[in-house]
């Protein structure tokens, strides 16, 4: 049995991993610590947590909503749902269970999934979709693939005159000067008791005053996890944060782009393939083939990965040259200008804490294990289980591809090489507003619904969705602009 974890209520009384639960497991955790109220969870097509109570009147009632699952409207959840057969079930995936830590009354909470009247998985419903996406990876290539999210946010509290940090100069700053750093330890203790496999968090770039309001930027970081399961996490560490942030009486936002002059705020996407239970990134200390297919997989789709991971058109205003965000289409090792970074890695077994520390043995170790490959471009409007899906999609894409290790070398940017290279290697670039998301998505949707991975009427919706905002010119209109720029920001401050 693996080991559980200590943070989480359910794990710890239970004595077994998440993975392991079964209807009765929960059925015993809830009869014997007094949980008076279940909650059935699932994401919606604008990526937020939806919620449906239920107060547990009886041990039959608790077995009967284990076992069935509800009903809901399913024309209500997602505009690609016609009202005349919208009736659609939700049915609980044990493994999610988590004990609310905002309820006032004992209340345990599960992530569902959608089924349709014949009782078969919703094929269009967005876990569905990464579901399909990873299993057809899977049987194609052989390989699993593993995900964590760098999830990047903005707090926003009234402003006091006590240690004030420097303007744009917040990373892993401590407190004093970072006001939020117990809100932030709160967050992730939060996240890794409601099943999180949480890395680290701590204070970013943004650090500003506007208005008498502190604008103070984190980011929380998760461990590598199956990539269904990092979906569900990033859904609930993002809800999670949204009502820690009521509790505290702050204001929260994941917008990308917060105002002219600052960091705005990325979801950057770490993935690694797998294959018994093996890192395959990485072959005698360097960075594998395998890894540099799927590099190119990624950057084959990077125009078009953009529909599912910048939804709304502040997004655009985070892909602009010289911060610390792509807009051309490459990679490199450690450069944070690149759509795909091959971060810092412990390619080769070596005894650091040794060299640091002359009265313990050395015993150099093989960290290659922990090796990653990051995709900067996503941000939080992000529809995470799309967005997760289409990686998939990528990766699978680029190791098929035959000719994806000439694409690799000639994206490649070498450590310190910046912008004129990219112009001298004429590199393609990124889309610059929705609309033109939505073109790409339009030239490849074929790749994303091979197999029936992504549904025709999902990728139809997303498209007329980016197509909508009318934004072609938006980014040369309002550019310099910050009251403008405000009101985009307001207008999708609570986006993803």
Same mark, same amino acid.
């Given at each position: 049995?693996?080991?559980?974890?200590?943070?989480?209520?359910?794990?710890?009384?239970?004595?077994?991993?998440?993975s392991?639960f079964?209807?009765?497991?929960?059925?015993?955790?809830?009869?014997?610590?007094?949980?008076?109220?279940?909650?059935?969870?699932?994401?919606?097509?604008?990526?937020?947590?939806?919620? /449906?109570?239920?107060?547990?009147?009886?041990?039959?009632?608790?077995?009967?909503?284990?076992?069935?699952?509800?009903?809901?409207?399913?024309?209500?959840?997602?505009?690609?749902?016609?009202?005349?057969? @919208?009736?659609?079930?939700?049915?609980?995936?044990?493994?999610?269970?988590?004990?609310?830590?905002?309820?006032?009354i004992?209340?345990?909470?599960?992530?569902?999934?959608?089924?349709?009247?014949?009782?078969?998985?919703?094929?269009?419903?967005?876990?569905?979709?990464?579901?399909?996406a990873?299993?057809?990876?899977?049987?194609?290539?052989?390989?699993?693939?593993?995900?964590?999210?760098?999830?990047?946010?903005?707090?926003?509290?009234?402003?006091?005159?006590?240690?004030?940090a420097?303007?744009?100069?917040?990373?892993?700053?401590?407190?004093?000067?970072?006001?939020?750093?117990?809100?932030?330890?709160?967050?992730?203790?939060?996240?890794?008791?409601?099943?999180?496999?949480?890395?680290?968090?701590?204070?970013?770039?943004g650090?500003?005053? /506007?208005?008498?309001?502190?604008?103070?930027?984190?980011?929380?970081?998760?461990?590598?996890?199956?990539?269904?399961?990092?979906?569900?996490?990033?859904?609930?560490?993002?809800?999670?944060?949204?009502?820690?942030?009521?509790?505290?009486?702050?204001?929260?936002?994941?917008s990308?782009?917060?105002?002219?002059?600052?960091?705005?705020?990325?979801?950057?996407?770490?993935?690694?393939?797998?294959?018994?239970?093996?890192?395959?990134?990485?072959?005698?200390?360097?960075?594998?083939?395998?890894?540099?297919?799927?590099?190119?997989?990624?950057?084959?789709?990077?125009? @078009?990965?953009?529909?599912?991971?910048?939804?709304?058109?502040?997004?655009?205003?985070?892909?602009?040259?010289?911060?610390?965000?792509?807009?051309?289409?490459?990679?490199?090792?450690?450069?944070?200008?690149?759509?795909?970074?091959?971060?810092?890695?412990?390619?080769?077994?070596?005894?650091?804490?040794?060299?640091?520390?002359?009265?313990?043995?050395?015993?150099?170790?093989d960290?290659?294990y922990?090796?990653?490959?990051?995709?900067?471009?996503?941000?939080?409007?992000?529809?995470?289980h799309?967005?997760?899906?289409?990686?998939?999609?990528?990766?699978?894409?680029?190791?098929q591809?035959?000719?994806?290790?000439?694409?690799?070398?000639?994206?490649?940017?070498?450590?310190?090489?910046?912008r004129?290279?990219?112009?001298?290697?004429?590199?393609?670039?990124l889309?610059?507003?929705?609309?033109?998301?939505?073109?790409?998505?339009?030239?490849?949707?074929?790749?994303?619904?091979?197999?029936?991975?992504?549904?025709?009427?999902?990728?139809?919706?997303?498209?007329?969705?980016?197509?909508?905002?009318?934004?072609?010119?938006l980014?040369?209109?309002?550019?310099?602009?910050?009251?403008?720029?405000?009101? /985009?920001?307001?207008?999708y401050?609570?986006?993803?």
């Amino acid at each position: 049995m693996e080991e559980y974890s200590m943070l989480n209520p359910i794990e710890h009384y239970l004595e077994m991993r998440s993975s392991e639960f079964t209807k009765e497991d929960i059925v015993q955790y809830i009869w014997e610590n007094g949980i008076e109220m279940l909650n059935f969870h699932y994401v919606a097509e604008d990526g937020r947590l939806k919620t /449906l109570n239920f107060v547990l009147n009886s041990f039959e009632h608790m077995q009967e909503l284990l076992s069935s699952g509800e009903r809901v409207d399913g024309s209500s959840l997602f505009s690609h749902i016609k009202t005349g057969y @919208s009736d659609l079930y939700v049915i609980p995936k044990l493994k999610t269970a988590f004990l609310d830590p905002f309820a006032e009354i004992p209340t345990v909470g599960i992530i569902c999934t959608f089924f349709t009247k014949e009782g078969e998985p919703l094929e269009s419903a967005p876990d569905r979709i990464l579901h399909k996406a990873h299993e057809n990876l899977k049987r194609e290539t052989g390989y699993e693939l593993e995900a964590l999210g760098e999830l990047e946010y903005y707090v926003l509290m009234e402003s006091d005159n006590l240690f004030q940090a420097t303007d744009q100069k917040g990373y892993h700053e401590s407190p004093p000067f970072n006001k939020s750093a117990d809100f932030r330890t709160e967050a992730v203790n939060l996240i890794a008791s409601c099943g999180g496999n949480v890395k680290y968090a701590h204070s970013e770039v943004g650090n500003f005053v /506007l208005d008498n309001v502190t604008y103070e930027q984190s980011e929380i970081e998760f461990n590598p996890s199956p990539i269904e399961d990092a979906a569900d996490q990033l859904v609930i560490a993002k809800w999670i944060l949204r009502n820690l942030a009521k509790k505290y009486g702050y204001s929260l936002t994941f917008s990308p782009k917060i105002t002219i002059g600052k960091a705005g705020s990325g979801l950057h996407i770490h993935t690694r393939l797998m294959k018994d239970g093996k890192n395959m990134m990485v072959k005698d200390g360097e960075l594998s083939e395998v890894a540099k297919k799927v590099i190119a997989g990624y950057l084959e789709l990077a125009p @078009s990965l953009t529909a599912f991971g910048n939804t709304n058109p502040s997004s655009y205003f985070r892909l602009v040259p010289n911060q610390e965000a792509p807009t051309t289409i490459c990679w490199g090792d450690l450069n944070r200008n690149a759509l795909v970074r091959v971060p810092l890695g412990w390619k080769k077994p070596v005894d650091m804490l040794a060299k640091v520390n002359p009265q313990v043995q050395s015993e150099p170790k093989d960290f290659s294990y922990k090796q990653t490959v990051e995709f900067r471009v996503p941000d939080g409007s992000a529809s995470v289980h799309h967005l997760l899906a289409g990686l998939c999609v990528a990766a699978n894409y680029g190791l098929q591809k035959e000719d994806a290790l000439e694409i690799a070398a000639k994206s490649y940017l070498k450590l310190g090489e910046g912008r004129e290279a990219m112009l001298k290697n004429k590199l393609r670039t990124l889309p610059d507003s929705c609309v033109k998301s939505a073109t790409e998505l339009q030239k490849q949707k074929d790749i994303y619904t091979r197999n029936n991975v992504f549904t025709g009427d999902i990728i139809e919706q997303t498209i007329r969705t980016l197509t909508a905002y009318n934004d072609e010119d938006l980014r040369q209109k309002i550019e310099g602009n910050i009251e403008e720029l405000l009101y /985009l920001v307001k207008k999708y401050f609570h986006c993803g």
